[in-house]
């Protein structure tokens, strides 16, 4: 999209809703379905807005080549890939350094509220595939990463929730649109939160950031994965509730 | 987890014990396909998508349209590409990295059911002769490897073309969200694999007995009854008898598959 | 070559006599040579009117990496190249996934005829090169190879001998050229048959093929091969009888 | 020569006793910089360089401007691009080949830094609206590792930045050595990077601290205090507060480290 | 089969021997060729041709030629580029892959052998300067390796080189089949290698000699005796004496190895 | 750099002087530091008239993967790499097949001078990193990595000392600049020679050689590896000296 001069008139916020007609504090429509891979030992389908996300999780399993193995604990893995047909132009299969960093970042976000320690020498795979993407997708395949390894029975100390907040025409606001991030002014702040234990295991920024504006912001982020974090728990109980009643 | 060796022989044994008896895993007869869905529209970035559940089999296609230059051997005619990934989301067998043997044969073989039928009239994709044409790329995901990728991946692949929407082009670039019209197609093609177990072939084969299969044989066949491609796989061979008898199954079933477009 | 509509007023087939003379049930001239390449455990050079093809044995070997090993039988493993001056345009050396499909059909087609259970852990590696290429360079290559396998001693149930059928400009005709296989009508079915046993051990096809014209194909195929395969047994007997009189 | 694993495991021990004494091995206070030092103009062959030395960590950026095309979307700006080496001569912990995950997030993220901040006027490197624009390559080399490249590496790029000369363009092409002024700057980022080892929050690790670390923290401050990139490291959490707390720390230090430019 | 390690230890002991009786395997001179033979034209496809018999080495040379930009520090000449792959075809020893170290080295001296000595005429093959000129592709096939690839990869690249035909240029493009005329070729530049096994010096190492060299040179030569291009190989040193001897006796047997062009 | 006709009436040495003002048998200026990298195990900084180069060495090491061990020796490793901004053209970062065959011809040049039998099974690896380069930069590479070598302590029985002769404008001359090397008529041959043995260990040439010029140029280049050398030395002492020192 070509930003133009007329978008900084743009009013991305007017009479308390925003251009999709949220409110500054709302998240985007979220649906997330649990275990719709059935080849995958764990797997969750999420819907975040326009994102459209599969994440599948494979292991405890051999560990392989050797020399990656950790004696004392299970090796996370964590590969984030977008379908060619994702965005509006076509992405060419292979290696990207965007995808390069966004595994990483989402496998540290990931490690430590899983009990690695429990399968020694083993690897845990996690696959994200990004079939639609809109702002946001890293947040929604780390949120359906995190569902996928509980179905997966992976032992955990808290689900990952995530979520991205950020500023737009002049206000602050919970999980951009793409139309949004596009603002002149805008600011992109991911963050991946255990409610469970109230800590942060993932923060980006971009964007020009005043401090005064960081409080608000980190708050809002707080709020927004702890409603997601419900939305994820939902899923898990809608799937195990389901067992039990067939 | 991934099954070993050891498992599929013997699960080839017990595979052949039930067929020798007429008797398939899911009780279908030995020419019938499992349950079909094809679902059109299921992404709004592509410029053309559809959905395909064959049994548990999942595939996504999506259709993406740039403009490019033409084949200096076809210069008045757009391109086209069929790309099938193998995510390992979608199997415990299939490995990150390098597109595979196999998937590179998957992507060819469902790639030349779609060339050879003719069914997406290139002519009509030719913006200025020799210069600029539209380029087609055919992106298809597997999601759950549940056998028959090749079924699968040629309806997903048709479906969305059928979907599929024309950009328009202004000063050599695509006009973001608007188009012309759909892409002109004009043939169905649809794709026909069979099993060979022992002595017995099997149409659509499921997980199990894809990977006990000892030769496929996959048949390309359009709306007028034309094979436009086929492709005998693995290392058993066939007889003409047996050749000749799969072509007629796939020319009927091939409708019945071609019913869910 | 660019086809224009006067193409498809070619006459393919005039008095009975294609474009090079043959008749519709004729071979190009084939001519096969053996243990052509000193180095190689056994080689096999085919001319086959303008392909021109390499086909070299190495092995039984050791079988590496070890874990591709099989512990019951030999690996086979194929590798069909292009020189990169074969065609008309330059082909840049390495990776195409044309060669990649070739490289797996042929192993296949040539797989089931070889004791391979007689060499347990060892791979059996052949390396066909194109020097020259025209229309039917992987049945060249098919047949070379096989011709190969036979000289490198490794012990087989039969000789695998490849060719293929099609049509253009109307006709059913046997081993087309490049000119005939990019008729507007074409159709190319490449197979490859035991002669030995009956059986197909591959077969591709391109093209718009009606089902009435199926069994005058594939029968046109069969005698096809046939041919091929006593080009093959008398190349071999040359150099066996060569190497008596010597 | 490399370390092992069960060094760093006691290592580890012998830092948090120390650190939960208020010492670190060189007695820096806990927000406290190494020596630093900056060099401008190291290389004849770049259009602009600089050598960093950040305590024993010593890393070479240099810039190279050529021309080419804009990106669709941004077709009245020139194009920019970080890329940082993980030299294997530069620590027995880095391995020859394809660069790492580490090196991709490094490059990423100092590129992040100059970036977010608009530090160059990009908008001032557009030539022919659409077609044709000035692209800057800012290729950082890592000579020496003593730990916190991102610090040192950001430097190195904006004071190459600061030190480049844009060339004369004729006929769509680079004049070789002919300059028409100074890279338009606009700001100067600073990344200031934080490593958590147990409960203890350090500003600039060396070598020990930063492969003892459970997690890190890297902010990037304009010289107008606006926070313009931030990426935590590592798996270890943070909580609010303590995010807070680095914030602060960084906005009030970053100064002291823009002041060597 | 691939021969180990303690086989050449081996050999190389009885070799020694052999030589410091004055005598090589196949009762040649230290300075003399094995039997060569050169037949050019064996491809159709390629604009030029030759294949090469040196002894059982047999290397065949393709020369493709097309349109493309000139390099900009030579605008007005055309370019030309040499690649010799070594095919796991033609010995044990020869991976299949991406190309080794030697591939790179020989593609690098044969390549050099033709460049420096100005063997085509590269000023000939501009069509428009700065913008369109010829490019020269020689690509070399390895058959069978028998030891000296580079003296029979530059005598085929050579005898290639003066087999071929300038193909016409319409729009920018190649006209398939219509030739302007031959190849511009204004010397005929002649590799000639040494091995050096113990403190003996052999011209044109057989497998076995090439085997257990300790050091090679290569020195390429015109028709005019001038030097174009030399290449030490292996970790062994040559004195200055050894140096100019082999000098002397390449410029020597270069003419008779001309002379099968 | 365009070469004109203008540049073959160019006057490369003109009244005994060359272009920069050096004599014909006059080496630029050459500064040695050694031990420049602490990481290392041995390392050295050359400027070399406009090269910059820094070569580290790690090792003896434990070299990997296992099956490229050699039971009675040390496997010694060189990796030539130049930085994208050390030339006028960026270079991309990645293979290159001039760095390839610099890598292969140095670490050969070194090879023999190292008492590699006294670490069987292990690796030395030499790092050489060109951040500016003129004309020499393989044998200022080469010229740093003998004096890293030393640095390091591996047993050696002679420094490595590398130059080039060659001609311009009719002149023979030692040690080129790239101005030289671009004359119409220029040789370039680079050469590295162990003083303590008169022995070459790398002669490389490209250009138009006369055989009456080789004496005179192989001559000259003994000469100007003697006073490299002698550098080489120098430094080393200095860094020793300056060890005593402290």
Request: proline letters at 4%.
């Amino acid at each position: 999209m070509i930003l133009g001069k007329k978008n900084q008139e743009k009013k991305y916020v007017d009479k308390g809703k925003r251009l999709d007609g949220r409110k500054t504090d709302e998240l985007r429509q979220i649906d997330i379905e649990v275990g719709v891979i059935d080849q995958a030992d764990g797997s969750a389908f999420v819907q975040w807005g326009k994102n459209k996300v599969y994440a599948a999780v494979y292991g405890p399993k051999e560990c392989l080549p050797r020399h990656t193995q950790n004696p004392l604990k299970a090796v996370l893995r964590y590969k984030y890939n977008m379908a060619p047909f994702s965005v509006s132009d076509r992405i060419r299969p292979g290696y990207s350094r965007r995808s390069v960093e966004i595994s990483k970042v989402s496998r540290l976000a990931l490690e430590k509220t899983l009990v690695l320690e429990d399968f020694p020498k083993t690897a845990i795979d996690v696959f994200v595939e990004i079939i639609q993407a809109d702002a946001g997708s890293r947040a929604a395949g780390i949120t359906a990463a995190s569902v996928a390894l509980a179905d997966a029975g992976i032992p955990m100390t808290g689900l990952v929730s995530a979520c991205a907040v950020g500023k737009a025409g002049g206000h602050i606001i919970l999980d951009m649109t793409k139309e949004e991030e596009d603002a002149p002014d805008a600011i992109d702040l991911p963050v991946a939160y255990v409610p469970e234990t109230g800590e942060f295991t993932l923060v980006q920024m971009d964007g020009e950031l005043q401090r005064k504006d960081w409080d608000e912001l980190i708050e809002l982020a707080v709020k927004g994965c702890e409603m997601v974090g419900e939305k994820q728990r939902l899923a898990l109980k809608k799937k195990y509730e389901g067992e039990v009643n067939e | 987890m991934s099954k070993t060796n050891l498992y599929w022989v013997i699960k080839k044994d017990s595979l052949l014990a039930d067929l020798s008896h007429g008797k398939r895993s899911d009780k279908r007869k030995f020419d019938e396909y499992r349950k079909i869905t094809v679902e059109k529209g299921v992404s709004d970035t592509a410029e053309g998508s559809a959905m395909v559940q064959m049994g548990k089999t999942k595939v996504i296609a999506g259709v993406k349209i740039s403009v490019g230059t033409p084949y200096p051997d076809s210069p008045d005619k757009g391109t086209m590409m069929v790309n099938a990934e193998l995510l390992p989301l979608s199997s415990p067998d299939f490995e990150p990295g390098f597109p595979s043997e196999d998937a590179v044969e998957l992507s060819r073989v469902v790639d030349r059911g779609i060339r050879e039928s003719h069914a997406i009239d290139l002519e009509k994709l030719c913006i200025r002769e020799g210069e600029l044409v539209y380029s087609v790329f055919v992106d298809i995901d597997i999601i759950n490897y549940d056998g028959n990728l090749f079924d699968a991946c040629e309806l997903a692949g048709i479906a969305a073309l059928e979907d599929t929407k024309l950009p328009k082009v202004k000063d050599e670039k695509i006009v973001e969200g608007e188009f012309t019209g759909k892409l002109p197609i004009n043939h169905q093609p649809i794709e026909c694999t069979f099993a060979k177990i022992g002595e017995h072939i099997l149409l659509d084969p499921d997980l199990e007995e894809d990977n006990c299969k000892e030769a496929a044989f996959t048949i390309a066949i359009t709306e007028k009854d034309v094979i436009c491609a086929m492709q005998k796989r693995g290392s058993k061979p066939f007889t003409k008898d047996e050749l000749t008898s799969m072509i007629d199954t796939a020319i009927k079933e091939s409708k019945k598959l071609r019913s869910n477009l």
